[in-house]
């Protein structure tokens, strides 16, 4: 296709195009010349035939082929033309003369890092990329890390964005420079040149783009040869799901599945993609069949246009002239001034720019074109500051139509216009300058109101449909007006004043349609119906709120503006109330007090719970004390001064006078100014309403009344809810006479029956009315101490906003301690997201860091507790519940008194200064008296004691108060203790002394003490007679000694008891170790087969003399073991024997790849595979893990079979996703729930069964017994031959290889020899004894080398199939493998170390094991015996036979130690004959398989140097190995460049054989119960020669192949084997394949790719990927594999490939490349880990990366630096290395309802 295209541009000459443009430049008809010319090229190069107009066709070589045309043939003559020269050249000499630039305006890549400086940013939009940021100041301070979403800039350089050091080392270059002109600096011709090309290539790509007439183009640019083709372009949209477009292709151009998906990626990753070409009569019915599929009543059809080819072809001609465009001015300052000032200037015919054009066009591109045109302005508008300036002119101007068009339009706000809102408001000169010259406030919050409300009678209403429907969208106004508010002014000027006033009079306009909005109605004898609708306007409230607030702080700047808009909030309060007819007031009296109140009863009328007029007059009322104002300010309120003294008094008077003079409720006319009982009414009516919901009054009215006082109380709206209301009353209260307040609240708490003692004297009063009434008063008390007691609010207390915060703090931390994200969420933020938490939280706590899981935490210090208030008005009641019994759990672990009295609280400021009157008025004493008195009576039901525990703390407030005011206001009066002590023996003092030792209110008798005592210091401070203050303050102390001397007693008395208690508990633990002293000897693990494993923390039973584990010397086996175990099902004891019943252990066989060493490798045929002899690299395995649980293998089976059979009972459709698939075979255990899907069959030691007494009289010498092998091996392969010959078998087969009869092996040997091997073999060929195990242990053994082979291998089930028994031998090594990398990985010992469950696994598996061999077929096992011998001792050259590099030695241990037993039985020999142990065989080959390892060893080494300490003297071990090196390597013909020293190959040799030793011993240890030496159950010790000891190999092991003087030859490996070893076929071939190619020894541990320290690296990393599937286009989600490090493309339809027939994602694609099924993987973006197993199961992990605060941070959603974690990272390891990641995604998805839904197979 590229040589046809190229065919049909010949004569496309660069020097002769330039030159015709030069002529025509000359002539002033360039752009005539240059559109001809484009009009000839651009169709031939983008659509030339049907094979490229299918965007999905398109490979990449023929994308890379467009690219090379379009740039040699359309724009190099363009770049020649305007150079006048060599672009290259001419490029670069422009780039010189640039000022070194002092703005970075890197625009960011999807995914890319950004960083925002805490301390020093303007806004938190203000960012650095990774390199600024990496060159600046801004490193060592408070940093917020986030990734971009794409469509912004780094701002380094932008003075504005920055408080201090806006520029990083690399911009500072530019600072000082000349302004000058950048097109002066430009040479004149280039410049004439430029400003003509710029300008005609940027009109040609905005026509294009913009262009309507799909079926032609415009008369200058049609082509000389018109074409009749047409393509179907479908668009995309953010509707229709990816399934429902996939559906619509398959049926419109009748294509497959497979290339509907590559259509939808194409549509959704460009926003468009032609999906037919042909005539224009079957485009349109493609696009007449995708828009009747995708159409339904809620959604319109998907947009599908038809279009001539040359009109596609020219718009991708278009995109591509944007792209060079941008890459032209950024050579050149000049260059992009010119591009500016030719896309701002306004044509001569008064049409719009081009900029505006493509401004209110925006919503007719598509997704690429979009971004394009937004780059490009980026890339030049933005970069230049007067530029910026008119584009921000031109948006603010049209920026109603735009968010209009936004509304309409159906994409995502990242690729929208009004993306770049965020660049140009957050500039605070340029935000200002659009608020004075065009009114930009007013035009952002109308925008938002012509969109959701409508205008009536001079009021808007907001729209609840639109609200509900689009609010998605219609959020953005004001999130942009938040970024014009961003930054306070530090000077007014009047037209600044005037401008704002007018936006802030239309932000009351719209407060002014939300006062009032959702109220509700108290639902009475029926519950509500339907649920009413009422998240809108809380998402409008926290959208809102953080722009009323920041209005309220730029009024706070300036006297005059303040005072307007606070004029501005009256007057809209005033009119609310205006709106209403007529207010009824009624008279209330308690306590021979008197007041005029608002009767309102919110049981029975409307209430809401949105008051934003009342919430923003009371934060400007905060601001007042700023500027010297109070509420009763004359120029608050104009000429007429309605609220001084003189103006209330005669109000109130009125009042008072025409309430008397009429017995029935007034109706006043309400056309005054605000009074106190305004400001107080409605905050009060939704307070109260609240009070009854927690009362629980309002049950009738449904979820959605409590969702609204969550979201009240909620940290998210309290500050702007539930704080504003809190001060409104204040501000109400300080206005008013306290008992008229407290009378007001009584009235609207309906409390007037309780304080009047209706309630107790009528006797009337229902269960469900006294509930609701105690209820209610436990609120009114608690509403008490909030108005009183909360001044940490600047403007109330005299407190600051770190005064506030710390006090914050403090009771978050008093629940208990918290982790820092825990406790930022229950802290409110500031625009900036805030919490100021920083600065306060070291004074009061102390950090403790976090270990291995879990997060750190702050805890608060002691000396902080004092300020707890149990009462603190954040508090939910869980909170305060918590926070009550943490606080009395401490005390009483302290020996402390249990009171948490109120805490001293700061001054009150000179304006709230009468808000402590409410604590000594008469009402309150008659309150607080009257609840304690009905305590004391024992007939009156109506106290609680959450009651009396608010009484007394409110009583406490009061004497804290007191006190205060007499320490430091002597002259002010407060007096409470006056108050409370009259009356005598009915006062309120007199009252609390009643109550000490009252059985009734035991739980707050601390309380009491302390409040009582606190009376009396009080009243001893104002006592004026001395000789009385002595006589009381003795009494006092008296009684408070007497107090503590008695707690402190008691204290004493439960200490002793507590350590008597333990002492005899622990005599009664010893008495009882002492009698069943047997028992515990006896006990190991769970199991009662368990041998002497050791596990982690056991005791250890050390031999008397050193132990030995293999051979016929071998120590005696040492059990610590139980007898018996308990089936976890029916809780049955089990005495584990062979002839009993079988019990088993749930087991998961899974196939696994991390051991291997060729990553990447794959099992590609299973069928083909051969599991006998296995490879060194390990590429595939066979892991067994068990949970360790024991059943009855009759229990498991019914188990099972009920789980089967409820699976197939529910109905298909009923079906949940489980954790586990039934249908292969998966179950959960009973006990543990850990997934599982075989069993394992617990056995007795071999040993207990049959002794072994063979070896011990056998006589059988290492050479003999190797000779007999020998032999065996040759007269096997000489009869197998001569059988090939016969039946002329196909080379490709598997060579057979069949024993010879024990008889004719003997013969040829020595009589001795042949004595001694015949009595070693001639047991097997014994017939009629029988293995005394039962059939359910036959059956069970089978079963699970079924579940071996099945799950290992990946084949259907097939016990005829030799490789059964074999995989579950392999499964055993593996295991043993994994377990020993494990252990070393962690630094751990060999023995001792391991878990129970680890020890359970592979005991049971050895014991299996070597017990499969005497029950299989004795014919398979001979074979299988009989080719391991014949790779071991190698005699001709066999196909299929490898050589000894190509060989895993444990493996080929384990297998032999099975099956060398049967390699003399023939067809008379039965299985299940007696296992009767020969150790001698075990030591011999021991020695055999050790001497083949070494010689491994050897062949595969790499020395580059001969490196030797120069203390280290040279020994006889090292000269013998480097003289095995040497003939070893010479016999295998292998270069010798470099020959290691002594003890440099001596060390070599020892570290490369220890794994090996290692595997060895836990394998020989578990077989033979021996017990371990103690140097092996130390860390840090050497391990070879206790493990050659203990393996009963010499500790010199080159003596095993070399004869060295004076050393035993028994055990030396023939110079002829290892001769053969080094000359079979292979060697050389693997030798000369280089290093790689061979497995390196010593063997390394495989671990997780290493990762970067700093997460920035990472998230780098990730945006420089791109997806392997696309044009170069950015990756949606980088995911890492953390196995080999590979970045794929996740959770996207673009990467998708077929597995078994089945689609599936990138990440589980991989796992069954890189894990087996199994996978690991860092999703980049989000931060967080992904465990997958299989297509339908996975979950997400925390990541290893850690903030300074010891948490994770899973979406980058906090910000916070992320570092690695070293143990975090080493716990995913050990999950991966150990394979418990299926076991930890079942976990998770059991206990996580949500990751069942999740579809883990797209991922």
């Known amino acids: 296709m590229a040589a046809k295209i190229a065919g049909n541009l010949e004569g496309c000459n660069v020097s002769i195009i330039v030159q015709q443009l030069q002529g025509a430049y000359e002539r002033g008809q360039l752009k005539n010349a240059l559109y001809q010319y484009w009009a000839q090229q651009v169709p031939k190069i983008f659509f030339t035939s049907a094979e490229v107009a299918i965007s999905t066709q398109r490979t990449p070589d023929a994308v890379q082929s467009e690219e090379k045309l379009s740039r040699d043939v359309l724009f190099e003559p363009l770049e020649w033309f305007l150079c006048g020269g060599n672009p290259a050249a001419v490029f670069q000499q422009l780039q010189s003369l640039n000022n070194p630039p002092q703005l970075c305006g890197k625009v960011f890549k999807v995914g890319e890092p950004t960083y925002s400086c805490r301390d020093c940013c303007a806004d938190p939009t203000c960012v650095f990329c990774i390199e600024c940021f990496n060159k600046s100041t801004h490193k060592t301070h408070r940093y917020r890390m986030s990734t971009s979403g794409g469509g912004g800039y780094c701002d380094c350089g932008d003075v504005e964005a920055w408080k201090q050091d806006p520029w990083c080392d690399i911009h500072k270059q530019g600072l000082g420079q000349q302004s000058q002109n950048p097109i002066e600096k430009l040479p004149p011709d280039i410049a004439a040149r430029a400003w003509e090309v710029l300008k005609i290539a940027l009109q040609y790509a905005v026509d294009m783009l913009l262009w309507e007439q799909m079926g032609g183009l415009p008369q200058d640019l049609e082509p000389s040869v018109p074409q009749n083709t047409y393509v179907t372009m479908l668009f995309n949209d953010e509707i229709h799901t990816y399934e429902q477009v996939i559906n619509a292709l398959t049926k419109a151009i009748n294509c497959e599945s497979k290339e509907a998906v590559e259509f939808a990626t194409v549509v959704d990753r460009e926003g468009r993609s032609s999906v037919r070409y042909g005539n224009r009569k079957s485009c349109d019915e493609a696009r007449t069949v995708i828009q009747k599929s995708t159409s339904s009543v809620r959604s319109k059809p998907l947009k599908v246009e038809v279009m001539h080819t040359s009109v596609c072809a020219h ?62 302005m980026m890339g030049s508008l933005l970069m230049d500051q007067e530029s910026k300036k008119q584009f921000s002119v031109l948006y603010t101007r049209n920026y109603p139509q735009v968010q209009k068009d936004f509304m309409a339009d159906d994409h995502d706000h990242g690729v929208s216009i009004i993306s770049l809102s965020v660049q140009i408001f957050t500039v605070p000169t340029l935000a200002r300058y659009l608020i004075m010259e065009h009114d930009l406030l007013a035009i952002v919050i109308r925008t938002f109101l012509d969109q959701c409300a409508s205008c009536r009678h001079g009021r808007y209403l907001l729209d609840r449909e639109k609200l509900q429907k689009n609010f998605r969208r219609l959020q953005f106004p004001l999130l942009d007006l938040k970024y014009v508010l961003s930054m306070v002014p530090d000077q007014w000027n009047d037209q600044l004043k005037r401008k704002f006033l007018n936006g802030f009079k239309i932000m009351v306009e719209l407060l002014t349609s939300m006062q009032g909005m959702d109220s509700v109605t108290r639902q009475v004898g ?352 869980a909170d305060q519940s918590k926070s009550e019994e943490a606080q009395l759990k401490r005390k009483k672990q302290e020996g402390e008194s249990t009171a948490c009295p109120p805490p001293e609280l700061p001054a009150l400021s000179k304006e709230f200064s009468s808000l402590v009157n409410v604590l000594e008025c008469d009402v309150f004493v008659h309150t607080i008296r009257m609840v304690l008195r009905r305590v004391n009576s024992s007939r009156s039901r109506s106290w609680t004691e959450a009651m009396v525990h608010r009484a007394l703390h409110l009583v406490g407030m009061a004497l804290n108060e007191e006190k205060r005011l007499y320490q430091t206001s002597p002259y002010i009066r407060f007096n409470f203790v006056k108050k409370a002590t009259e009356g005598g023996s009915n006062s309120l003092y007199s009252a609390l002394h009643d109550l000490l030792g009252k059985p009734r209110i035991q739980n707050h008798a601390d309380l009491l003490t302390w409040v009582i005592d606190r009376f009396d210091e009080v009243k001893d401070l104002k006592d004026q007679k001395q000789g009385a203050s002595d006589a009381q303050k003795a009494k006092k102390v008296s009684s408070k000694s007497k107090t503590d001397a008695e707690r402190k007693k008691k204290a004493e008395a439960a200490r002793k008891r507590r350590e008597k208690i333990l002492a005899q508990m622990s005599d009664m633990q010893k008495s009882f170790i002492r009698d069943n002293l047997e028992l515990f000897e006896a006990t190991g693990t769970e199991l009662s087969s368990s041998p002497s494993m050791e596990v982690e923390g056991s005791p250890m039973v050390v031999p008397s003399q050193y132990p030995v584990a293999v051979g016929p010397d071998r120590s005696p086996a040492t059990h610590v073991t139980l007898t018996t175990s308990t089936c976890i099902l029916c809780q049955e004891d089990q005495e584990v024997a062979a002839g009993n019943k079988c019990v088993v252990l749930a087991a998961y066989v899974q196939r696994s790849t991390a051991l291997s060493k060729s990553r990447g490798k794959v099992l590609e045929d299973p069928d083909k595979y051969d599991p006998l002899l296995v490879s060194p690299d390990l590429y595939h395995g066979v892991h067994t893990s068990t949970c360790g649980h024991v059943m009855h293998a009759d229990c498991w089976q019914r188990f099972y079979e ?124 014994e017939t009629g004894a029988q293995a005394p195990y039962s059939d359910s242990v036959k059956e069970m053994m089978k079963l699970f080398s079924r579940a071996t082979y099945t799950f290992g291998l990946g084949l259907d089930p097939n016990d005829d199939d030799d490789r059964v028994p074999i995989t579950a031998w392999g499964t055993c090594a593996y295991t043993i493998r994994t377990l020993e990398w494990l252990l070393r990985d962690q630094g751990k010992p060999l023995f001792g170390s391991l878990s129970s469950r680890q020890a359970d696994c592979i005991t049971a598996l050895v014991r299996v094991v070597t017990v499969s061999g005497s029950l299989s077929d004795p014919q398979t096992i001979s074979k299988s015996a009989l080719r391991l011998l014949s790779a071991l001792l190698p005699q001709e050259p066999m196909k299929n036979i490898p050589c000894i590099l190509d060989l895993d030695m444990f493996f080929t241990l384990v297998f032999l130690h099975v099956t060398i037993s049967s390699l003399y039985c023939d067809e008379n020999t039965a299985a299940g004959g007696t296992i009767r142990g020969v150790a001698l065989n075990d030591k011999h080959l021991m020695h055999l398989v050790t001497a083949a390892h070494l010689v491994q060893i050897l062949l595969a080494a790499n020395f580059t140097s001969a490196d030797t300490p120069m203390d280290t003297e040279e020994t006889a071990e090292g000269s013998a190995w480097v003289k095995l090196f040497m003939a070893v390597r010479k016999e295998a013909g292998v270069q010798t460049p470099v020959v290691p020293s002594g003890w440099q190959l001596q060390t070599y040799v020892r570290e490369s054989v220890l794994p090996f030793l290692r595997c060895s011993a836990l394998f020989f240890h578990c077989h033979t119960g021996v017990q371990s030496p103690a140097q092996l159950q130390e860390s840090g010790v050497s391990e070879f020669e206790p493990l050659c000891q203990y393996l009963a190999l010499p500790a010199d092991l080159s003596s095993l192949l070399l004869q060295n003087s004076g050393a035993d030859v028994g055990h030396v490996v023939p110079h002829t084997i290892h001769s053969k070893w080094c000359h079979y076929p292979g060697i050389k071939e693997s030798l000369a394949s280089g290093p790689a190619s061979l497995v390196k020894y010593p063997v390394e541990v495989n671990r997780l790719v290493p990762l970067p320290h700093d997460y920035s690296d990472v998230i780098n990393r990730g945006s420089v990927f791109t997806c392997p599937r696309s044009d170069g286009d950015d990756s949606r989600a980088p995911t890492m594999c953390l196995v080999c490090g590979q970045m794929l493309c996740s959770q996207s339809y673009c990467c998708q490939t077929d597995l078994e027939g089945e689609p599936v994602g990138a990440c589980t694609a991989h796992i069954y490349t890189c894990g087996a099924g199994v996978g690991i993987f860092l999703r980049v973006r989000e931060c967080q880990i992904l465990l997958l197993t299989g297509k339908t199961k996975g979950c997400f992990y925390p990541s290893p990366y850690l903030d300074d605060y010891g948490e994770h941070d899973q979406g980058l959603r906090r910000g916070n630096p992320l570092y690695l974690c070293q143990e975090r990272y080493r716990k995913l390891q050990k999950l991966w290395l150990s394979h418990s990641i299926p076991e930890e995604v079942v976990h998770f998805m059991e206990a996580n309802a949500s990751f069942a839904t999740i579809e883990w197979q797209h991922l």
């Open 526 to 877: 029926q519950h509500i119906e339907m649920e009413p609708e009422w998240e809108s306007a809380f998402n409008l409230q926290i959208k809102l709120a953080p722009a009323v607030a920041m209005m309220a702080g730029w009024c706070a700047t300036d006297k005059m503006v303040l005072i307007d808009a606070f004029r501005i909030v009256v007057k809209a309060l005033l009119e609310i109330r205006g709106t209403a007819d007529t207010v009824k007031m009624c008279k209330r009296r308690v306590c021979d007090q008197e007041a005029i109140v608002v009767d309102y009863t919110v049981s029975r009328e409307p209430v809401s719970i949105h008051l934003p007029i009342c919430r923003l007059l009371a934060g400007l009322y905060l601001q007042l004390g700023k500027h010297g104002l109070t509420f009763n300010s004359p120029e608050l309120y104009g000429p007429l001064d309605w609220t001084s003294p003189q103006a209330r008094l005669s109000r109130a008077s009125e009042i008072a006078h025409r309430a008397s003079a009429c017995p029935t409720p007034l109706v006043l006319a309400r056309s005054q100014p605000p009074s106190a009982m305004d400001l107080l009414e409605q905050p009060l009516r939704t307070l109260v309403m609240i009070a009854q919901v927690h009362a629980e009054m309002w049950k009738r009215n449904g979820y959605s009344l409590f969702h609204q006082v969550y979201y009240y109380h909620n940290v998210r709206c309290r500050a702007e809810m539930q704080d504003k209301d809190i001060i409104m009353l204040q501000v109400a209260c300080a206005q008013m006479d306290p008992n008229q307040f407290l009378i007001a609240l009584l009235n609207k708490f309906e409390l007037m029956n309780w304080i009047e003692d209706v309630t107790e004297k009528g006797g009337s009063a229902t269960d469900d009315l006294l509930r609701f009434t105690n209820s209610l008063v436990e609120e009114f008390l608690t509403f008490l101490i909030i108005i009183t007691g909360e001044r940490y609010v600047p403007g109330i207390g005299q407190v600051s906003s770190e005064d506030m915060v710390r006090r914050e703090v403090i009771h978050q931390l008093c629940i208990s301690p918290m982790a820092h994200s825990e406790l930022s969420k229950a802290l409110p933020e500031n625009h900036k997201h805030e919490t100021g938490m920083e600065a306060v939280i070291a004074d009061v706590s102390t950090f403790k860091k976090p270990g291995v899981t879990g997060m750190g935490r702050y805890e608060l210090k002691p000396e902080f507790y004092k300020d707890y208030n149990p009462f603190f008005y954040h508090y939910t009641r």
């Open 315 to 376: 718009q991708a001609f278009a995109q591509k002239v944007l792209n060079w465009l941008g890459q032209v001015v950024n050579h050149s300052d000049g260059l992009r001034h010119i591009l500016c000032t030719t896309a701002l200037q306004q044509p001569p015919t008064g049409d719009p720019c081009v900029v505006e054009r493509l401004m209110l066009a925006d919503t007719a591109l598509w997704k690429t074109a979009r971004v394009q045109c937004h780059q490009i």
């Open 1202 to 1325: 009920a789980i089967v059979a409820r699976e197939q009972r529910r109905a298909l459709r009923f079906r949940h996703i489980l954790s586990y698939e039934v249908d292969r075979g998966e179950f959960l255990c009973p006990l543990c729930e850990t997934l599982s899907n075989t069993v394992i069959p617990i056995l007795p030691p071999s040993s207990t069964i049959q002794p072994d007494s063979v070896s011990a009289d056998i006589s059988l010498s290492f050479s003999d017994w190797l000779d007999g092998l020998k032999k065996t091996v040759e007269a096997s392969q000489r009869a197998m031959m001569k059988e090939e010959e016969d039946k002329m078998e196909s080379s490709d087969d598997m060579p057979v290889l069949s024993p010879c009869p024990l008889p004719s092996i003997t013969k040829n040997m020595a009589e001795m020899a042949a004595q001694g091997f015949q009595q070693l073999f001639e047991y097997m060929t």
